[in-house]
């Protein structure tokens, strides 16, 4: 089953705090010289026109990133994380519109945000298996040490394991269409902390009245992994939520430091414009 398409929700809140979190994990590696293997496992279209005819229909981005552009130079005058998600956003504004970057047109996918990282002594794979996507994918410039994978995320992520790079960092962001990912996800990363202990891995969950992403913490913590943060972005309570999400989780294995920090600031900016009966809520799952 591979109906869905990232497109009709491309730049809500739950794409904001997904790459928000990542944005942050990349600052942190980006400190250091040596090497860093970017494994992307649900990689997506890559970019995200708004007035494509699938975002046009249920216009997710009006509750997500566009009233955090419209408000940008207050934001970004607050708090630095945001302002360089914000500036980065303008960037990939020029990139698609040479003619200016005034009007939000486009919102860049996880793809592009692990591109802009990109160093030479880098490398990274996007996996995507819908062979719509993945063509789509094509459409994105991408620098040599990069590729894309028509495959299994998970599976391409397990047989490159371990990397020939001292660092690994990992975005795992599935779309929960079949309920056994989150097993499955949850068995990755077991395999992930075995073979490449020290790796950074971001998996993205939803957060549904059903409550399965339980399952996901459950059975990582089962699986004896340590050094496992968590933050969920909460818009309303579940009771509220007959349908669809209520929130968005990130789980993160070997969180860097500042990360806690960094995203609590920056969430603690947009919650009052995006959820003003909301929450963020972090911490760690599994500590030490
Ligand atoms: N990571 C993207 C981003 O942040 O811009 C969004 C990814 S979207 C939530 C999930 C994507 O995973 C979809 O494009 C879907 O086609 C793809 N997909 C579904 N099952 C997959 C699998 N087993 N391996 C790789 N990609 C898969």
Redesign the pocket.
Known sequence: M?A???AY??GNFA?VH??LT?LAVIRHLLRKKSPVTYV???????C?PLDAQETRKLQEYRQGVAPLWETRERLGDSDALLKEWLDALAKAQRETRPEGESRLAVY??????LTQALRPQDRLSL????PG??EHLGAQALPSNARRIH??????LRKQLPVATPRLCV?I???Y?RKE?YAEVASTLAEVGRKARHGVVMI?YPLLPAGRHRLLLEEVKRAGLRKLWRSEFILKDPGEAAHGMYGSGMLVMNPPWGLEQALGEAMARIRPILAPQGRHESGWWVGE
């Open positions: 591979l869905y398409q990232h929700h491309a794409d997904k790459h990542l992307d496992t649900h990689a997506g279209r890559g995200y860049p996918g996880s793809p592009w945000w996996f995507e298996l819908h996507e993945h495959g299994d995320g998970l599976e391409g975005l962001d599935p779309s269409e990912e993205w």
